[in-house]
């Protein structure tokens, strides 16, 4: 069975989920009430939008789900061979025990409830005042008016600030800052301009596989092209122009190629790109005509000695008006990584360079629809790009809370490339940034063949193996494109505290050996 | 020039915005740099997706653009006729002076910042319980982790208990609700759901004229059919299902209607549906196989004596399991409107009722490609659904707040169709419900065609005179549908403190008589 790929075999075998629920369609529609009254519903698998269905998102897909039901399972008192669900499955900081940032939480509470503003000795004043100046700058000086659609002016402003600062001075215009609902609505928002054609012509995009999901979902439910250039394994996860080359060219033989997605440090490969790879790349976005798509959104995660984040939009100026001032660039940032962690607060921006003027007051107009992005969100947005300042009474306490989380999650990345790599089976590369290591394992043909009978990606028998032995979630490499004959790849964030990391990845190994001691 | 409709005119006369905007197509799409280089931009009105170009988003169109920029003249000191603009068009409360209600906000900065727990005095206990009750209810008992897609277990659990009481003791699953970035994206979702088709199978959906440009604008995004029916002006913008059955019938013949979209109480003409045309409009859309989708969001927004709110699903439920167990419906709710007017944070929810089990499966992987919902959204969305209980320390404080916005809201209602039908040439419906008037405006001829000359909807052209003679902002009917030869309409919140009100729609009643005499 190991002549032909996996998904082919599913396809065969016709056990694969997409069949399951084929074949549940044959089923009659019309369903009973008890009184004996049948009608039909309007909404059904059969009759529901087709894009939809095709929406796959592996992160929160079925493994996160048995996860969450082992939880509840747990809470009801069923015994299980663990104690405690650990779900390394997605990003999600301070649902690992991260602390948030003293003064940014301080300021959003003086915004909530700025009676707030009057006591004494509670707040510093740094944090005071900066919550008169977003209060300020908001309707009726409260976060609950709606902003401007493109975001609080005052807020875009300092965005642009920071761009300026972190960019050595590439003159940044608040006019092409839009604040967003976390970093996945802005890119959902550009790949929804940039689609449109129909077959030849349709719109593709090319993402990196291993990609992250929220790419693959987005482009089916506006059903572009997906096409996929590969990350290089053997070096780092690195970008290679000739692969980029080689998917473009294929890809022209049945589609119209016309955006390039990046995620810089990578998710959920964690490499940090070379100043001169980005150079390659925009070379490369400028000679087939590509808009480029820059998720960085991990810019202050950055471990590896040599390693250092350079903004596509800095390398793009610093090569020379013939490309600073034609590619087209929109890049992505996020108030849910780095150091700060807050997922929740959807909070974040997408800065656009050489947009067409007609095509930004189209953007502007597509935003309006949903009339604003959570003001909290921007407001925390504000707090992250304008941080306390050497001499203000909260710089200190922000420089120390900043530091730890940073050197914390350096260690952890050495940690778990160290210990994981100490497994015969499973390698991993160094985890330059980012906070996922994504190791590639050795699956025993005894497993693949079981996983395949089961209908199940090899790669997802092993994780769910994982999961209902240990209580470790994990997401299958297969969620992420990465499809390999006999080995499968795991994602595994590095954000749990270093003890329980510790335990953790002693845990995967113990298990690792195991599961291939039992299919060999 | 009135024996055709107007679009047909603008149409003609090539002056129409969607023609200025066809007769730039034709510049050349190549820009120079200024060093000579030329490279084609990948993203032009040429090439961008079409269906975003056919959205239009009235509520925040070229009028609110033009009050902005009158904005930032009067603050540069520019000399205009009036001192002040006033925004009167769209629903923005807390932008117009009204005050957030206290426990929500004390309970928001408690989570925000969990060491204001430990401070004597400052907080009611209540308010400290509840905030503790949602941080642990929270991942990592912090506002800043991602929660589930569907929205925080305990939030949903507290929305299903709210759904009960208000109705009565219709049964109501935590599994069926979920929280949503504001109503909008709630209403976008379900629509997203239901589009498929192509020609005369293509999903058409059926809205109120006028409307919420949020209905067009999603179907034009989706490429969906929107079916226009038009609510009675003679009898209170009430609903009429002669004209349902005439709408649906006529959309037959070139597309597939599949949903009714009925917003109660009415935006933006303010009408409070009866018990009894509810229960007509779920026996037609029984009857013509509808999905049924109930904005209701002004819920607790009803000021007319003998009206009162009826939620769709109870009366849904009163009507017997032939009716109970069959229409598919969703209904919405928010925390932006009613007595809270949170816009800012983007908390909503919305209900499914009798949705296919495979659909809602879809749907739960659908929004959980956005990851989650705001999290201090979710949270303040629970303080609505569940505020404080008589003998709470936070109690009174909270009615009188609710009570004193409530019934300033009602005086408004009143005084705001008071004042307009005092005025020769307006005439105005009772505001029964929710923050608008949408009265009637007779147009002069002259003006009318003035107005066509420019290329402009006659009502557009009302509109932006007033602004820039008097400084309030108005959004003309048309934006919403609302299109008549010699008529125009306007929408006008209600919202601005009375005193502010009184002195504004006399403003208005002083600009109709200039501009009726002016154009006479």
């Not at 390659?280 to 808009?291: G, Y």
């Not at 730890?404 to 590369?429: F, H, Q």
């Not at 997802?460 to 297969?478: A, R």
């Amino acid at each position: 069975f190991l002549s032909y790929t996996i998904d082919e075999y599913l396809l065969d075998t016709n056990l694969s989920l997409s069949s399951l629920t084929a074949s549940r369609r044959g089923l009659p529609q019309k369903k009973m009430s008890e009184n004996g009254i049948s009608r039909p519903k309007v909404l059904t698998l059969d009759t529901m939008n087709p894009t939809v269905k095709m929406v796959e998102y592996a992160v929160r897909g079925p493994i996160v789900q048995r996860a969450v039901e082992l939880e509840k399972e747990l809470s009801e008192g069923i015994e299980k061979p663990f104690t405690e669900v650990i779900k390394a499955n997605i990003g999600d900081a301070q649902a690992m025990g991260q602390q948030p940032i003293t003064f940014f939480r301080q300021v959003l509470a003086l915004c909530s409830y700025p009676e707030l503003l009057n006591l004494d000795n509670t707040f510093p004043e740094d944090a005071k005042n900066r919550a008169r100046l977003i209060l300020q700058s908001c309707g009726g000086s409260s976060l609950g008016a709606y902003s401007p659609s493109q975001g609080i002016d005052y807020v875009r402003q300092d965005v642009a600030n920071y761009i300026e600062r972190r960019d050595g001075g590439v003159p940044c215009d608040p006019d092409n800052i839009y604040l967003t609902t976390g970093a996945s609505d802005g890119i959902t928002t550009i790949l929804k301009l940039l689609v449109c054609g129909q077959g030849i012509d349709r719109t593709g995009v090319m993402i990196s596989i291993p990609q992250y999901p929220l790419y693959s979902a987005a482009l089916a439910e506006l059903g572009a092209v997906q096409i996929n250039y590969f990350l290089n394994e053997d070096n780092c996860w690195s970008m290679d122009i000739q692969e980029l080359q080689r998917a473009v060219n294929e890809a022209r033989q049945h589609c119209h190629p016309r955006a390039l997605c990046i995620i810089n440090p990578g998710n959920p490969t964690g490499q940090v790109q070379s100043r001169d790879c980005i150079e390659d790349v925009i070379r490369f976005a400028a000679k087939e005509r590509l808009f480029l798509m820059a998720d960085e959104v991990y810019q202050d995660n950055v471990y590896a000695e040599g390693c250092k984040f350079h903004s596509f939009k800095k390398v793009l100026f610093e090569m020379g008006p013939e490309y600073s001032e034609t590619v087209e660039l929109a890049s992505f940032h996020s108030t849910s990584k780095c150091y700060m962690g807050e997922c929740g607060f959807r909070g974040g921006y997408m800065e656009v360079i050489n947009m067409d003027d007609d095509v930004k007051s189209q953007l502007t107009k597509l935003v309006s629809v949903r009339l604003c992005s959570p003001v909290p969100g921007q407001a925390l947005m504000d707090l992250v790009v304008n941080p306390p300042q050497p001499g203000e009474p909260s710089y200190n306490c922000f420089i120390k809370e900043r530091t730890a989380t940073l050197s914390a999650l350096a260690e952890k990345a050495k940690l778990t490339e160290k210990i994981l790599n100490t497994v015969p089976g499973i390698r991993c590369n160094p985890v330059q940034g980012a906070m996922y290591s994504f190791p590639c394992i050795t699956i025993p043909d005894k497993a693949i063949k079981e996983a395949l009978e089961k209908g199940q990606q090899p790669d997802m028998f092993y994780c769910m193996t994982m999961l209902e032995e240990t209580g470790i979630c994990l997401v299958p490499g297969s969620g992420f494109g990465q499809k390999r004959i006999n080995e499968g790849f795991v994602v595994m964030t590095i954000l749990p505290p270093i003890d329980k990391l510790t335990i953790l990845l002693n845990k995967v190994k113990e298990f690792h050996q195991r599961f291939t001691k039992q299919y060999s």
